[in-house]
């Protein structure tokens, strides 16, 4: 119906190359809370999904009351998949609204909620980047200010070291020096 392809169309007008499963139930009549029942059971088994969509397009209360069933409830519940009720239209409520994870408006709102502008993302990952490159360029300074200070101190250690050997001889030379005399 139009509600799914709304979804469609929002999904893929955001991110396009985002993967969508969709499993066709009936929304209405008796044998409804069982075919959505079923249904997220399915999309639960799929190692593939992250999120479902329940949506249908809006209608009266009588057409919407498969959403209101304990069987419906139950399968919302036991979703380990966070679910979005996105039945009817913003003035529409039932209980799959109250047992999902987020209670959309309408079937293009979950949508839009499921999925991020592409554009905003490639915008995020870039910020991130840069940050990135910049805390790297920054530890990279500071490492070599540190080195440079280390390798200050080490010549100054080693020039101290040259010069005690350099004593250490001299007075030696001397002690040799001196002891035939005595």
């Given amino acids: 119906g139009a509600a799914v392809r709304d979804i469609i169309h929002i999904v ?81 409520f039932t209980i799959a609204d109250f047992v999902a994870d987020v209670r959309a408006a309408t079937p293009s709102a979950a949508a839009e909620l499921v999925v991020r502008e592409k554009k905003e993302l490639v915008q995020t990952l870039s910020s991130l980047q840069s940050r990135i490159r910049a805390g790297v360029m920054q530890h990279v300074r500071r490492d070599a200010e540190a080195l440079k200070h280390h390798r200050s101190s080490l010549y100054r250690s080693a020039k101290k070291i040259d010069d005690l050997l350099l004593l250490h001889d001299d007075m030696q030379l001397r002690l040799l020096q001196t002891l035939p005399q005595l």
């Fill in 12 to 92: 893929h007008r955001r991110f396009p190359t985002v993967a969508i499963i969709i499993i066709p139930v009936k929304v209405q009549g008796p044998e409804a809370p069982d075919d959505i029942a079923v249904a997220l059971k399915t999309v639960n088994s799929l190692c593939c999904a992250e999120v479902i969509i329940l949506g249908r397009g809006g209608g009266s209360l009588e057409d919407l009351w498969a959403f209101n069933t304990e069987k419906v409830a139950r399968a919302i519940f036991a979703s380990r998949l966070p679910v979005i009720s996105a039945v009817g239209h913003e003035i529409d």
